[in-house]
């Protein structure tokens, strides 16, 4: 079947450390996104990628970093520069990006907390 | 700019008794409109879109979504609720091309179904 994968499910961050969630998928999309959610706001873009080796800063893009070095697979860093990374971050693919009116499709997320 | 407003938190509903979940939307030129639902701990499942023509939209699991453009609205409508569709339902725009097709989403509204 096709769809998105998102690792872990759950995540802890010690203080001053980075980590990485993975996100990963076969619908052979150009278009992936990070959204985080937080309760009560919504989602919110962090960072989204229209072709391999190209991304683009949403509208939270502080504390974060991304790569696209693969069509399949776009990961998201949370770094020690995030304050506040306890949410829950959802990645979504389209086939295209501006412009296009198909739908994102969304992997089931991972909940990253501090300890 | 561009913004979704769910201008309500909860709706309760009895099962079997019709649903409304309200959104509204501002945007510059045509709207291209989305709503998805999540359950928990899970991600956006897609329900329908509103690109153009027939105002009334039809999607999955018998949803269903009025665009009113003289209102600025896309309600998302059942005629017969089920306690499964308990969840929390997000109501999204897309955004300005220049910006990846960005979903830009209301902050959600929670429904629940009584039996």
């Known amino acids: 079947d096709g769809g998105i994968t998102q690792s872990p499910k759950y995540l802890f961050r010690k203080e001053g450390q980075n980590v990485t969630l993975s996100c990963e998928q076969n619908?052979?999309?150009?278009?992936m996104y990070w959204y985080r959610q937080d309760p009560g706001q919504g989602l919110r873009l962090i960072y989204y990628s229209q072709i391999v080796n190209d991304f683009q800063k949403g509208d939270i893009a502080e504390g974060y970093s991304v790569s696209r070095e693969k069509k399949e697979s776009f990961p998201l860093t949370v770094t020690s520069a995030q304050k506040n990374p306890t949410a829950f971050y959802l990645c979504?693919?389209?086939?295209?990006?501006?412009?296009?009116?198909?739908?994102?499709?969304f992997g089931d997320g991972t909940r990253l907390s501090i300890l | 700019a561009q913004s979704v407003a769910q201008p309500e938190d909860q709706v309760n509903v009895a099962e079997g008794n019709p649903l409304t979940v309200k959104c509204t939307y501002s945007v510059s030129g045509n709207p291209y409109l989305f709503w998805y639902v999540q359950y928990p701990n899970r991600g956006l499942q897609f329900l329908l879109k509103y690109i153009t023509g027939d105002n009334l939209v039809k999607g999955s699991y018998g949803f269903e979504a009025e665009f009113n453009k003289s209102q600025t609205s896309f309600h998302l409508k059942k005629p017969s609720a089920l306690v499964s569709d308990s969840a929390l339902y997000f109501c999204a725009v897309r955004g300005p091309y220049n910006q990846g097709g960005k979903l830009i989403f209301g902050q959600g509204t929670e429904l629940s179904v009584k039996p």
């Open positions: 619908l052979n999309h150009d278009a």
């Open positions: 979504a693919s389209s086939i295209r990006g501006g412009g296009s009116n198909q739908p994102q499709h």
